[in-house]
């Protein structure tokens, strides 16, 4: 068990294929789930070491390992240990910062996505590293933390009639890549009605929390845009790729994926669009809002300068004014006062000022 670093900057000055978990650290027991199938058998537990898997090396069945937590790099190293793999991949797999990739070896495949969760309480998406080793008959999988991400899959094995009981370790690859990507799909329809609310609020009444609300939406798809965005390169290598381990056939399935993909990447392009579009609507709202509280301002303050200029000039301290010893000269001010104001207030009208 070694101390785990919270940034990949911490591990400045080790060699190489150093084995330090970098990443968050989730309150958890570690555990390893091994999922053993063919066409005709299945059976599920735990294992406390990997040195428990080393018969299903010489079986003909394929065996899903399934391993919860990353912190204990004992687990990793023993993996790499018995299973051939190299120590670069190694520091990757408990690197929890690593951009998504494909990378294909002569014995296995290494694969990195990002799954995606999202609370629909405050808007807040939460991004989990899987990845993947895929190997002739052994598929690796690691995640960080417990979830029922992959509860779909099991139920699936758990019928002896199903496509995946009779397919190789690439078709199990790929169901877990197609099911981390529909989870796409849940946050781009969060996206979508987020943006549309977001767009009435800014046409009908926009304030500071529209602006909050926009920057919000706007940060979370820089994030969203760095974890899905390589995935149409990773796809596009596997596709590319001339490895035994990836069946013709299967590769339709990833062909499937790769569209996925695509309509998940062109969907945050057109996000980012329209943010900046947001943006911009909102600014002209706040600008037009001061202009046109300016123009109230300025038709009052256009109705009083006539009347001030007057009381100005019977309030200056001449005594041969004749109008101030002028017995109706105080209600025939207030007529033309009133007058004033009304002629104003109608010529604005008519002008469609107010």
Do not use: C
């Amino acid at each position: 068990m070694s101390k785990s670093l919270s940034f990949s900057s911490e591990k400045s000055g080790l060699p190489p294929g150093s084995l330090v978990h970098v990443g968050e650290v989730h309150a958890h027991e570690h555990k390893i789930s091994v999922v053993n199938y063919n066409k005709s058998t299945l059976t599920r537990h735990t294992v406390k070491s990997i040195e428990e898997l080393l018969p299903y090396k010489t079986t003909d069945t394929i065996t899903w390992v399934i391993v919860d937590g990353l912190k204990d790099v004992s687990i990793i190293d023993a993996i790499g240990h018995y299973f051939d793999i190299h120590s670069l991949v190694l520091e990757d797999i408990l690197n929890t910062h690593q951009r998504p990739k494909f990378e294909e070896f002569n014995d296995y495949l290494y694969i990195v996505i990002k799954a995606i969760t999202l609370s629909n309480k405050n808007f807040n998406i939460g991004y989990e590293q899987i990845s993947l080793l895929i190997l002739n008959n052994f598929v690796f999988t690691f995640i960080e933390k417990p979830n029922e991400l992959f509860n779909p899959i099991l139920n699936r094995l758990d019928n002896d009639k199903s496509q995946i009981r009779n397919l190789g370790t690439d078709y199990l690859a790929y169901l877990i890549m197609d099911t981390v990507v529909d989870e796409y799909f849940a946050v781009q329809d969060t996206f979508d009605n987020l943006i549309e609310s977001v767009e009435e609020t800014l046409l009908s009444n926009p304030s500071s929390a529209t602006l909050a609300a926009i920057q919000k939406i706007k940060r979370e798809l820089i994030f969203l845009r760095r974890s899905v965005s390589p995935l149409r390169e990773l796809l596009a290598g596997i596709q590319r790729s001339e490895s035994l381990l990836i069946n013709e056939k299967t590769r339709r399935y990833f062909s499937d994926v790769y569209d996925h993909a695509i309509r998940i990447i062109e969907a945050i392009e057109s996000y980012r669009d329209l943010i900046s579009g947001m943006l911009d609507i909102y600014l002209s709202s706040v600008s037009n809002k001061m202009n046109e509280t300016m123009k109230v301002l300025t038709v009052f303050a256009s109705i009083f300068i006539p009347l001030t200029f007057i009381a100005g000039v019977y309030g200056m301290n001449f005594e041969y004014m004749p109008e101030l010893k002028w017995r109706w000269s105080y209600p025939v001010l207030w007529i033309f006062f009133i007058s004033v104001s009304v002629f104003l207030l109608r010529f604005f009208k008519k002008k469609k000022w107010l």
